[in-house]
């Protein structure tokens, strides 16, 4: 099975700061990565799929990176309403997809 | 507007049995491949099991096989999970959730865009 580890575990982060979160695969998944963010108490949110692709309706300020095993999703200006948690998803595999551990935004 | 309505949880002995039940609104049902996620503090974000749009792929968590069962009806526009054997590991949150895609399970582009509210299962005795 492909293993998703984020870093960090969690980071602490002031509004305007640009902040920079990494999923590493335990195999190269090409471009099958996805980014979500989830606040207390609420589903998960699709930012970015496919890598690097902006959901629509998503703020600019976030933008996904990277190919094979390494991948970052960024936050340019942080704002208050993005302290949250952030996930990554792996869809390569054809048995198990997966999810790295996450990674906490919050106030610094 | 687009919707996943979750149903069937709660409280289950160790070694029973529950079903959950997803209702979808609001998009073509039958175009996109579902799965269930869960959810607990103890092991985070966890997918359970996936299904194609025609019913013809599915997969399942390794933590789950052999005990869970995923299906769907097009005609109702229903996604199930049939959970026995349940034990205290698989207390959790549990999500459903629409795929980006078609198909899953093949190597590809895919992604969660509409997750339900999710609904609670509670294994104790």
Known sequence: ????TQSPSSLSASVGDTVTITCRSSQSISSYLSWYQQTPGKAPKLLIYAASTLRSGVPSRFSGDGY???FTLTISGLQPEDFATYFCLQTASTRALSFGG??????? | EVQLVESGGGLVQ????????????????DDYAMHWVRQSARKGLEWVSGIS??????????????????????AKNSLFLQMNNLSTEDLA??????????????????GFDVWG?????????
């Open chain 2, 53 to 74: 749009w025609n019913s013809e792929t599915k997969g399942y968590a390794d933590s789950v096989k052999g005990r869970f069962t995923i299906s769907r009806d097009n």
């Open chain 2, 117 to 125: 509210q999710g609904t609670l299962v509670t294994v104790s005795s």
């Open chain 1, 102 to 108: 996450g990674t906490k935004v919050d106030n610094k």
């Open chain 2, 93 to 110: 949150f549990y999500f459903c959730v629409k795929d980006l895609s078609p198909i899953t399970l093949v190597r590809g582009v895919g």
């Open chain 1, 1 to 4: 099975d492909i293993l998703m």
């Open chain 2, 14 to 29: 160790p070694g029973r049995s529950l079903r959950l039940s997803c209702a979808a609104s609001g998009f073509k049902f």
């Open chain 1, 68 to 70: 094979g095993t390494d």
